[in-house]
Nanobody, 125 residues
Framework: QVQLVESGGGLVEAGGSLKLSCTAS????????MGWFRQALGKEREFVAG????????LFADSVKGRFTISRDNAKNTVYLQMNSLKPEDTAVYYC??????????????????WGQGTQVTVSS
């Protein structure tokens, strides 16, 4: 049974930083591409960042490029999202996702079969 568990969310002031973690179990982690998505209140879930199986290739939404980084530690079955220079518009529930998919579809929400429960990130102005 695949499980993804996010942690690290919280309340931070604008301009601050947070680091989210997502630890996976029940799968061969190194064979899964990983993605981070977010969903603000009343909005659709949107792509934030993605990373290849090896970690060698990363992708970002334009809205977070230059502020967020994604990384993974395959030995720890964990993917990270480092978020810097946070803005109030980054406020959302953040979800990690996993699947054995090519990079060409990492940005697509529908590509993923496995999702975490989400962690709330709130950025105050």
């Amino acid at each position: 049974q695949v499980q993804l568990v996010e942690s690290g969310g919280g309340l931070v002031e604008a301009g601050g930083s947070l680091k989210l973690s997502c630890t996976a179990s029940g799968l061969t982690f190194s064979t899964y591409a990983m993605g981070w998505f977010r969903q603000a209140l009343g909005k659709e879930r949107e792509f934030v960042a993605g990373i290849s199986r090896s970690g060698g290739v990363t992708l970002f939404a334009d809205s977070v490029k230059g502020r967020f980084t994604i990384s993974r530690d395959n030995a720890k079955n964990t993917v990270y999202l480092q978020m810097n220079s946070l803005k109030p518009e980054d406020t959302a529930v953040y979800y990690c996702a996993a699947d054995q998919i090519p990079l060409s579809v990492v940005r697509r929400r529908g590509s993923y079969d496995y999702w975490g429960q989400g962690t709330q990130v709130t950025v105050s102005s």
